[in-house]
């Protein structure tokens, strides 16, 4: 990497010391084919008007920024009226309002395009909390192409409503049995399923993670975020925001916001992992407090792992941030300094996901609930330590709000004790696909 | 930026020499093999800790005991992504049963002791590598007897840590090459390998088939175009008229998932072994049958 260059443009494989292709030789062919194709596809205008198009005719991008001034009262706290602080301003960028409810859309149509360049005629993904699994079956069924979606078990029964649509948008869901049984053990057997049809298939990789060129080609479909984002804000305050806040689970929605604003200084980043119990309970997800540089998945990043180097199984409430590695950019942002990573708790996520329901009427998905208990804590902390905007202005928090809720309506249901006695637990149980 | 080392503190300290001194290199093993009994090897796969660690060696030694050349002696991973069933379930099975990755140079060791003039040759996916040091690995592996690695998830692009560690204490690496593999990277494949170059017979995971594919003797030749002395064929390499058809054309048969079937399930240890053995002898039959018709390639 030169010294000169953005950190927005450095590309793979290598991020810093992080990414790379650590995978079975039988897949460096179709890895190389999709280099090639991808880098094709990005000089071609022809691919990028028929991605806009799309993206404008039917994901609805771009994406609304919402100022949302009763959450943000919140993470104002009490000291607000009795100092000086101007305040703190929150605005989300609304990425829970494209076509499928999330922003795993952004990805998806970027490599179905892709697909039907190369020519092939299957896809296959893995999901956890079912967002890229709904959006991979949508674009299967809009690129008329056969897909396949494996997901864990276990996630299966979180996330039964989701299994639903993908079946509805005609494609196969696979219950995975195997390890724990979560969004790692379905992306094992999604790689074992690639190893097999490598020749006529596609793996539509979810996020920032796995081996070249996934973890560069998912940031470049997803920088629109950003880069949307960056124009809104500037529009709608006139200056950029101090700081932007992702939850980072694999880190495709969380890369895609920070890059637009990698190269301003002014702008502090911030991941959010899943703290699930608590780091100290050892049942998170929080690789950069709890893990070390290892290798899974054919990409070396932070990773939870044990002394032997094999895989520690995580934990959080929400299975979308429910994964031991994470993208090796943010590794590189890490360790860089560029970007801060900080756990935040089941709890803590769920009491700001029922914040937002009831300040301002829209309900999260749990994954983007992370983000927004962060964004508290970051008000909190700035109003506590008297920092500002530039000029005494309000300090200012873009969130990205990657997903929305409908999904979580059963976990919430059951987190807060929402349903009359009596029907509660039999109604909860046919919600999560107990029944 | 920083580029920090990946190698842990001093690990187990082991007494350099030792059984080292008369281990095997698997080229010279597979060359012997070709020259003085015009024959493949037969290349045994079986996962260290299963069903424990003391049984895992015990089943070890069985492979030796009927006619197995070079011992593919497995790491349990958590995340085996090149394993099909039969070897996952062994693999996660060992891991429940609290199978370390240190017990791999106590298998090594006690499989050198039994059987002087067999090559062991751990197969492991990189993490636990990466995670115990490359270079303490590689100097614990040569003081215990091993031969070197067989590596699925490392390709030679991304092994310069291993290759120098490799050279350093004198191992094989057998990288892998498969039916999608370019001329370009078998070449590359065959000029990185020691010892010998592993073909996927066919494009994916572990597992017994009903036949080789098709591509297989394809490929082995190729990657003797491309540079490679000894090319062994593994991945769907089931049984002795199999392991005969393939030993025609290839320096070695590698057999994994048919050798751990035998070991699963619940009939009492002693028949298990039993029914390995008889497995493994009939594997052993079947390389030397392959070119006896046929004279050598």
Known sequence: ?435 | MAATSSTTGPGTTAEPGGVRATAPRAGELIARLRTEENRPALVGYLPVGFPDVERSIEALLTLTDNGVDIVELGIPYSDPVMDGLVIQQAAQAALDAGVRVAHVFEAVRRIREHAPHVAVLPMTYWNPVLRYGVADFARDLAAAGGSGLITPDLIPDEAAAWIAASDEHDLDRVFLVAPSSTPRRLALTAQASRGFVYAASLMGVTGERASVGDRAEQLVSDTRTAGAQNVCVGIGVSTGAQAAQVGRWADGVIVGSALVRPLLGDDPWDVRLRNLAEVTRDLASGVRSARAAHGAH
């Open chain 1, 1 to 435: 990497m030169s010294l000169a260059e953005r950190l927005a443009d450095v590309s793979g494989p290598y991020f810093g010391e992080f990414g790379g292709r650590f995978v079975p030789e039988a897949l460096i062919a179709a890895l190389d084919e999709l280099e090639t194709e991808y880098a094709k596809a990005a000089g071609d205008p022809a691919f990028a008007d028929e991605l806009a198009r799309l993206h404008r005719e039917y994901t609805g991008r771009p994406s609304p920024l919402t100022e949302v001034a009763r959450f943000a009262a919140h993470a104002t706290g009490d000291t607000e009226r009795s100092g000086s602080h101007p305040g703190v301003r929150v605005l989300l960028k609304r990425e829970d309002l494209n076509h499928t409810g999330s922003h795993k859309i952004n990805n998806v149509l970027g490599q179905a395009l892709l697909v039907k360049r190369m020519g092939k005629r299957r896809v296959i993904a893995e999901t956890g909390a079912g967002q890229h699994g709904v959006a991979t079956a949508t674009a299967a069924a809009l690129m008329d192409l056969e897909c396949v979606v494996y997901m864990g078990e276990e996630d299966t029964r979180r996330q039964a409503l989701n299994v639903a649509r993908m079946r509805l948008l005609g494609a196969e869901v696979v219950p995975v049995t195997a390890g724990t049984r979560t969004l790692k053990d379905a992306i094992n057997e999604a790689l074992r399923d690639w190893v097999t049809n490598v020749e006529h298939t596609h793996y539509v990789l979810g996020t920032v993670t796995g081996p070249h060129p996934f973890p560069e080609m998912v940031r470049q479909f997803h920088r629109i975020i950003g880069e949307e984002a960056r124009g809104q804000i500037l529009e709608r305050t006139g200056r950029l925001p101090d700081v932007v806040a992702a939850c980072v689970g694999g880190g495709s929605n969380a890369l895609g916001i920070f890059n637009a604003f990698l190269d301003d200084e002014g702008v502090a980043l911030y991941g959010f992992e899943a703290g699930g119990e608590g780091v100290e309970t050892g049942r998170h997800a929080a690789r950069f407090s709890g893990g070390a540089p290892g290798v899974l998945h054919g990409a070396r990043s932070y990773l939870l792992q044990d002394e032997d180097g094999q895989t520690r199984p995580s934990h959080s409430v929400s299975a979308g941030l429910d994964y031991p590695s994470v993208g090796p950019a943010h590794s590189w942002l890490h360790d860089l300094g560029r970007a801060e990573y900080e756990p935040v708790t089941d709890a803590e996520a769920m009491d700001a996901f029922r914040l937002l329901c009831h300040t301002e009427g829209i309900i999260p998905a749990i994954e983007s609930a992370h983000a927004l208990a962060g964004a508290l804590r970051l008000g909190r902390r700035a109003v506590a330590g008297g920092r500002t905007g530039p000029d005494g202005e309000p300090y200012t928090i873009l969130v990205n709000l990657s997903g929305r809720g409908d999904k979580d309506v059963a976990t919430a249901a059951r987190w807060f004790g929402l349903l009359d006695e009596g029907v509660a637990s039999e109604e909860l149980e046919k919600m999560e696909g107990r029944g």
